[in-house]
């Protein structure tokens, strides 16, 4: 089992930024990617974005590329969303997902909301 606790949610206006964190525990061992969904009132969940667990390669949506960055750092066993000039679109329950050998682990989804 993986556990994924996020962090960094809230209320920001327009234009405005927000870091969320997503930290990682358990069987971590053999993970692929870790990323993010999300999932606003009355619509499906969507990726936003995914990172490799070694290497570089990284993956976005289109509406978010150039404004949101993912990292990572192994040694915190923690993933990073950078969201720049956020948008009242971008508002949604933000959930981190893990993906690794034997299954796909969510997160409990952290709330963003970016008012006009």
């Known amino acids: 089992q993986v556990q994924l606790v996020e962090s960094g949610g809230g209320l920001v206006q327009a234009g405005g930024s927000l870091r969320l964190s997503c930290a990682a525990s358990?069987?971590?061992?053999?993970?692929?990617?870790m990323g993010w969904f999300r999932q606003a009132q009355g619509k499906e969940r969507e990726f936003v974005a995914a990172?490799?667990?070694?290497?570089?390669?990284?993956h976005y949506a289109d509406s978010v590329k150039g404004r949101f960055t993912i990292s990572r750092d192994n040694a915190k066993n923690t993933v990073y969303l950078q969201m720049n000039s956020l948008k009242p679109e971008d508002t949604a329950v933000y959930y981190c997902?893990?993906?690794?050998?034997?299954?796909?682990?969510w997160g409990q989804g952290t709330q963003v909301t970016v008012s006009s």
């Open positions: 997902n893990a993906n690794r050998s034997g299954g796909i682990y």
């Open positions: 358990g069987r971590i061992f053999s993970m692929h990617a």
């Open positions: 990172i490799a667990w070694s290497g570089d390669n990284t």
